[in-house]
């Protein structure tokens, strides 16, 4: 926080050992106790913290300690390689969620990268690690690129059980992982290539509606279950998620699949849970043993038993057999069609133009009301 004070101070690109010291942020949900007035543990910490963040900051960076969980490089890397195994060579690329910028960091040289990242602070690390990207700090509810703006969409979506307020993509009232996967295709070109992390509960929920929603706009190529604790290095939680590599249809062409809209239950070790259809029909793509496990007073859940250790290797084995079989199965991403300046040109959020919802940053209506500056967000 005090460097980020002091580059928007100063006005200039951060150095080389300031650069160091920003890519070391995990996110706020690696210290959420920070926020629990109820423990004294954490008071010279968060009366530090309040002394370096305004009211405005300080309130965002604890409402986003729900899922201010970042990815590993590891898994990073495998995400992009899978994208240009699957056809990607340049481009506009989203990123939903973007927090710090790994995936914008380890992106392949033509990547034009865009992030969202709805803590100020958290973006204007992103900006300062990556001032070549476009960061803006906003609800992605409120991005306001129109359809098929982007080639490609990667990242680890924000994944809570609140809802948010979107009639053009969330007319379901989806729960924020979906609404957040619904509208990335949406945002994708027909042919481009949504490559996601999400919660297990985007697959195995109950309810169908959010994977139709889903279906009608792209197919899913294939998807990945990594182990619990998958992400407990970077993030420090244990949550069960998938990788979803999905492909945003063109127009008057019918789903390849709808086996995946399902969940069924079926039995593991003498308990019920719903597994979706992909994982029945794929349960190689499982990296590891599924079971039920309940702790002390915690309900039970389903979780994922692997060795770690293994885990990059069958993760890059997974991924090569998903997207050969997309090339064989004409999955593969497709070129961009004509006039891609021309087209983008009108696809991009206009500058000093809105749809009447500013954000106030630093106690001013700047005209790109969400685009970071060091200045405007510390």
């Not at 101070?9 to 949900?29: I, M, N």
């Not at 915690?298 to 290797?313: F, G, I, K, Y």
């Not at 069958?314 to 069609?337: C, D, K, P, V």
């Amino acid at each position: 926080m005090r460097t980020l004070r002091l580059l928007a101070d100063e006005q200039r690109q951060v150095s080389r050992e300031e650069q160091q010291l920003l890519a070391r942020w995990s996110g706020w949900g690696a210290v959420a106790e920070i926020f629990d007035e109820q423990r004294s543990g954490w008071t010279r910490e968060r009366e530090q913290l309040r002394e370096l963040l305004d009211e405005r900051a300080y309130a965002a960076a604890r409402r986003t300690t729900i899922n201010a969980h970042y990815t590993d490089p590891t898994y990073v890397q495998a995400i992009w390689r899978a994208v240009q195994d699957l056809g990607f060579q340049d481009g506009l690329v989203l990123e939903p969620g973007a927090g710090a910028g790994t995936f914008i960091g380890l992106a392949p040289p033509g990547a034009q990268m865009t992030g969202v990242e709805l803590d100020p602070t958290t973006a204007a690390i992103a900006q300062a690690l990556y001032p070549d990207a476009t960061i803006r700090a906003e609800s992605f509810a409120q991005s306001p690129y129109r359809a098929g703006h982007f080639d490609a969409v990667v990242g680890n979506v924000p994944f809570a059980g609140v809802r948010l307020h979107d009639p053009r993509h969330n007319r379901g009232g989806h729960s924020l992982h979906n609404h957040c996967i619904i509208k990335s295709l949406a945002l994708t070109r027909p042919g481009g290539i949504v490559a996601v992390l999400s919660s297990r509960y985007t697959l195995d929920a109950q309810n169908p509606a959010a994977r139709r929603e889903m279906n009608a706009l792209g197919d899913l190529i294939g998807a990945v279950r990594l182990p619990s604790g998958a992400h407990q290095r970077a993030a420090a939680t244990n949550v069960v998620t998938d990788l979803l590599l999905l492909r945003r249809r063109e127009p008057n062409t019918t789903p390849t699949s709808i086996a995946w809209e399902q969940a069924p239950t079926v039995e593991l070790g003498g308990a019920r849970e719903r597994l979706n259809g992909y994982y029945l029909e794929h349960p190689q793509h499982v990296l590891g043993r599924l079971a039920i496990t309940s702790g002390q007073y915690a309900a039970p859940s389903l979780t994922v038993q692997a060795d770690a250790r293994a885990l990059p290797e069958a993760l890059t084995e997974a991924l090569s057999e998903i997207t050969t079989r997309a090339w064989r199965n004409g999955q593969a991403m497709s070129a961009r069609g004509s006039a891609p300046a021309a087209d983008r040109a009108a696809l991009a959020p206009a500058t000093g133009l809105w749809d009447g919802r500013r954000e106030r940053c630093g106690g001013v209506w700047p005209r790109d009301p969400c685009r970071v500056s060091l200045r405007s967000r510390i």
